[in-house]
């Protein structure tokens, strides 16, 4: 005789609904990873591994790695446990989920309590990328962006590129650069149609028109100004996520009918 469960099937609408997330995450997820290999592979990276340690600040390609990385492997299990409807694939993803979920909400609520300590944290963050800044050409990349971007110069100012061997005003500064600031702190004439890269030269010496303001407070202020957008996006990737969970769970519930429904009792 049949259990209870009898009639219990597997709805392809979830199923497929949920292969089509994970699809979508899983080449996201592989376009990330793929990104960064490819810059630490035009770095040397790969054929060096010990220059990882090398690295004076942050190097941007982490992120793609490990956001890519992560993509990847939760996008390739919810996708094959969708599809073959593997239970313990399906649990994986979905707890794995979760737990990411579970530490983005941490996150935001220690963020939120310690917001000193996270800026002071910040400040340390900044600095030390400034002292790194001609190490790394994604490092140099991001530091100009968000300079340019948000329209300041160093974490407080510009006195902070002192930190910096090239920037430093000391007397023994061999560098062309010195007393001077990256071209990203520079106010930008409307009328220069190419970017003048050596705008920065001595201008802690001279007096010229750079941006005075720190990232710290900038950022900050950008984050006040836009925080209804901000908090939208985060809002929207946590009910992707949640939508994610109870999509696997839902199909586990259904895969585990199914095989409830076609045990026999003796």
Request: charged share 15%.
């Amino acid at each position: 005789m049949e259990s209870g469960h009898l009639g219990a099937e597997v709805s392809c609408c979830v199923k497929y609904f949920l292969f089509g997330f994970n699809i979508i995450f899983w080449l996201l997820g592989a376009a990330f990873l793929g990104i960064g290999l490819w810059a630490w592979a035009e770095k040397g990276v790969l054929s060096n591994l010990s220059s990882i340690t090398d690295l004076g600040g942050f190097d941007p390609v982490w992120l793609f790695i490990v956001v890519g990385g992560v993509m990847f492997i939760l996008g390739f299990a919810g996708c094959i446990g969708a599809l073959r409807e593997n239970t313990f694939l399906l649990k994986f993803f979905s707890v794995f989920l979760g737990l990411i979920f579970f530490l983005e909400l941490t996150t935001g609520i220690l963020a939120f309590v310690f917001k000193d300590w996270i800026k002071d944290q910040l400040n340390f963050f900044i600095n030390n990328n400034v002292k790194a800044y001609r190490d790394d050409i994604d490092l140099q990349n991001l530091i100009d962006f968000a300079q340019d971007y948000w329209s300041c110069c160093g974490a407080h100012g510009p006195d902070d590129w002192n930190l910096n061997m090239y920037f430093n005003c000391t007397q023994t500064n061999p560098s062309r650069e010195r007393c001077g600031v990256p071209f990203s702190c520079c106010v930008k004439d409307p009328a220069e149609d190419v970017i003048n890269t050596q705008c920065g030269y001595d201008v802690r010496l001279e007096g010229k028109y750079i941006y005075t303001k720190g990232c710290v407070g900038q950022f900050e202020k950008w984050l006040q100004d836009n925080l209804i957008i901000v908090a939208g996006i985060f809002v929207g990737i946590a009910l992707l996520q949640i939508f994610g969970i109870c999509l696997a769970q839902n199909l586990v519930s259904d895969v585990k009918a199914v095989k409830l429904s076609c045990t026999y009792t003796p």
